[in-house]
């Protein structure tokens, strides 16, 4: 498990770095995110939210298991937008309105290095175009519509 970094530490600022290399401490690092990302009780997890600049990113929505996206690029799966609700583990108590497309075709590799090509909507669909943020130096709160606390610090 890995220390997840919040907002204001430049790596989460840079653009992440393609991973070229699929070996055995790719596996490592990609299992060490699994743990992290679901100790967090995360939807998703990038590999610059624990230091490493590198384009990789975890999720598990809780209905297509769990998946790891290396080198991930995406494109729209029609004109479609929903704005909803999203947080994020390197804004703690932070939740924000965000425009996303309700449908993504994204590409990307798994970690033996094999292609991939998945659809996806609903929260995976988000989660896709917010990690992918993550790779490119980009939080949520720079796209939010609203910015509001989450109920945990609502308690007053
Ligand atoms: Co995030």
Redesign the pocket.
């Known amino acids: 498990m890995s220390e997840i970094i919040i907002a204001g530490n430049p790596i989460l600022k840079a653009v992440a770095e393609p991973v070229t290399v699929f070996d055995k401490k790719l596996k490592f690092l990609i299992n060490d995110m699994k743990k992290t990302l679901y100790e967090a009780n995360g939807v998703?997890?990038?590999a610059p939210?624990i230091a490493i600049s590198k384009r990789i990113f975890v999720a598990d929505d809780g209905e297509s298991g769990f998946e790891a996206y290396i080198n991930p690029e995406w494109k729209p799966d029609g004109d479609e937008t929903i704005i909803d609700s999203e947080?994020?583990?390197?804004?703690p108590n932070l939740f924000g309105d965000v425009e996303r497309y309700a449908s993504v075709i994204v590409k990307y590799q798994d970690m033996h290095g094999k292609r991939k090509v998945k659809k996806a909507s609903g929260l995976l669909a988000r989660c896709i175009q917010?990690?992918t943020?993550?790779l490119n130096g980009i939080?949520?709160i720079e796209k939010a519509i609203s910015l509001h606390k989450g109920p945990k610090t609502d308690e007053e």
């Open positions: 998703g997890l990038a939210q947080g994020c583990l390197s804004v917010h990690e943020d993550h939080l949520f």
